[in-house]
């Protein structure tokens, strides 16, 4: 537990300075010794390599998300400070906006992605999830990133929204730029963006109204611009948000599931037994692997945030895995247990921003898990798990398996 | 401090003992109850949280909000004139004695 003391000019002297770098490869491969280490430093830290607080502890972490008036999301949810650089792309609407802009926005996807909306859409969802069930039954062996957990949202997410066949090839590439993006300039995300033009054209492209099937999540937020709740100009930058935190993220909260249901065979065998569990299991899989690790925020003000004092425009990173795994707040945090109650973890979030689409996420992980758990008896990791690098994102690149039918 | 009466759908009643500053849904998952999910945390976007209030309680609960109520459109269980989301109600003194029903179902 070094804590080394740097100067107060590089930081207040009172926060404990740490050097580690949590956007680095060593990091990402096994994050959780300096989770541990970000947590037990203190409730607040200084990361000397970004110049940045952290917050890695539960109560912490939902006091920065829930007071959005001190902690900002306008000025960006990664590292760059929009007040001072150019974001790269036209920033979004609902993501790095602030009440009072944010609430009118924020009602819109709000009733595009309702319970209501929910239940029409279950039984399509759920007959998707028995189609790619029926052919990795065909296949015995696969690789449950590639053909699971991208496959399944790929084969749903995409038609939900109204979007045309062609093209579809850009979305997980455009998303893996989008939160690399928030990352600090390390190669990840200068190769990111260096790359994303054709990515960009062909989002900006389909978030047009022409390009927008009717009755789709597209178009619905489309027809809101009629009912005179967001401008014409809007709408296709809310799709674009759609199109941006839809797709990869359920891939990554997806292939936690089946990653952990691979690793920890007695909680499969529980999901077997009571399929019922099939939705507490993925959300307890959004807790463990925390698909989304971190976001940003921005002091509005000088503030104290629990002994601390931030100043003005400061960036303050929140460890959102960590926060999950905290035993302050979590009973045997490392252990995934599927029966656990999940409420309060903040895998997506906590407060005014948190995340719109969790009923879609809840929907695709809940009917995928059931169908999984109803048809398959084991699933048997047959390789070495690879992972996929992202200044945001946690998951895998492959995950070869093979299953035996129930 | 006020305490509250959840009724299960099978007629079952159980008795939880609140603390100051929380909502009815807070108190509920800290004790452990069955028939609460709160997937949402508590910010009024998931409508897993659902209760029946007691018809004699009804009228001294603070208004539905606009947001609660077009959650309360998408319960899984059926939306009666009585449904509030646990989430949204604070518990003040004047709540001691409150009688809840839990809805068959949350998703
Ligand atoms: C397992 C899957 C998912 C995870 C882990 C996840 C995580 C998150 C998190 C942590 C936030 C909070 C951002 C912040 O506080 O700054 C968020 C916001 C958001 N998410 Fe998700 N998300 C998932 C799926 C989805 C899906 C399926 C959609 C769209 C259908 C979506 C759309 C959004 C949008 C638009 C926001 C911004 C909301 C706002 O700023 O008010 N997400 N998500
Ligand atoms: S806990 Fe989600 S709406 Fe009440």
């Not at chain 1, 790095?96 to 399509?124: G, I, W, Y």
């Not at chain 2, 299960?8 to 028939?35: C, I, N």
């Not at chain 2, 018809?55 to 609960?61: G, H, K, N, Q, T």
Request: aromatic letters at 6%; glycine letters at 8%.
């Amino acid at each position: 537990m070094t804590a080394s003391g740097t100067p107060a000019s590089t930081g207040p002297a009172s926060v404990p300075h740490l050097d580690v770098d949590p956007f680095d490869m060593a990091f990402f491969a096994d994050p959780y010794p300096t989770h541990q280490r970000l947590r037990e430093a203190g409730p607040v830290v200084y990361l000397d390599r970004w110049n940045v607080y952290g917050v890695a502890r539960y109560a912490e972490v939902h006091a920065v998300l829930n007071d959005p008036a001190t902690f900002c999301s306008s000025r960006g949810v990664g590292l760059s400070d929009f007040k001072k650089e150019t974001p790269w792309r036209p920033p979004s609407l609902i993501l790095e906006a602030d009440p009072p802009a944010h609430t009118r926005t924020r009602a819109v996807l709000s009733k595009v992605l309702s319970p209501t909306v929910m239940k029409q859409v279950r039984d399509r969802f759920a007959a998707a999830a028995e189609e790619r069930v029926d052919a990795l039954l065909d296949q015995r062996s696969f690789d449950a990133i590639t053909d699971l957990a991208e496959a399944y949202p790929l084969s749903i997410f995409p038609d939900a929204l109204g979007l045309k066949p062609e093209g579809r090839e850009h979305l997980i590439p455009y998303a893996s730029v989008v939160f690399n993006a928030f990352g600090p300039p390390n190669e990840l995300r200068q190769q990111a963006i260096a790359r994303s033009s054709p990515h960009q054209a062909y989002v900006a492209e389909q978030c047009q109204r022409d390009n927008l099937a009717p009755g789709g999540f597209g178009a619905c937020i489309h027809a809101q611009a009629d009912a005179g709740a967001i401008t014409a100009t809007e709408a296709p930058l809310l799709v674009r948000s759609l199109l941006s935190a839809g797709l990869d993220t359920t891939v990554n909260g997806i292939g936690a599931a089946v990653y952990c249901l691979a690793r920890f065979p007695e909680q499969w065998q529980r999901l077997r037994d009571d399929l019922t569990l099939a939705r507490n299991a993925f959300e307890e899989a959004v807790r463990f692997e925390s698909p989304v690790q971190t976001f940003f925020r921005t002091t509005t003000r000088e503030v104290e945030l629990s002994g601390a004092t931030i100043g003005e425009g400061e960036k303050v990173l929140m460890f959102l895995a960590a926060a999950n795994r905290d035993p302050r707040r979590w009973d045997q945090p490392d252990s995934y247990d599927i029966t656990r109650r999940t409420s309060g973890h903040v895998g997506f979030g906590s407060g005014i921003h948190m995340c719109v689409g969790q009923l879609v996420a809840r929907l695709e992980g809940e009917v995928m898990l059931t169908a999984l758990a109803r048809r398959i008896a084991r699933i048997e990791i047959t390789g070495e798990p690879k992972r996929r690098f992202n200044n945001t994102l946690r998951g895998l690149d492959s995950l070869p398996v093979t299953i035996t039918p129930a | 401090m006020p305490a509250i009466t959840f009724i299960h759908p099978d007629g079952k009643s159980e008795h939880v003992e609140t603390s100051g500053g929380e909502s009815v849904m807070q108190a509920a998952t800290r004790h452990g109850l069955d028939g609460i999910l709160a997937e949402c945390g508590g910010n009024a976007m998931c409508a897993t949280c659902h209760v029946y209030v007691d018809e004699s309680w009804l009228a001294r609960l603070p208004a539905v909000a606009g947001d609660e109520d077009a959650l309360l459109d998408g319960t899984a269980a059926e939306r009666l004139p009585n449904s509030r989301l646990s989430c949204q109600i604070n518990i003040t003194p004047e709540l001691d004695g409150l009688v809840l029903k839990l809805p068959e179902r949350q998703v």
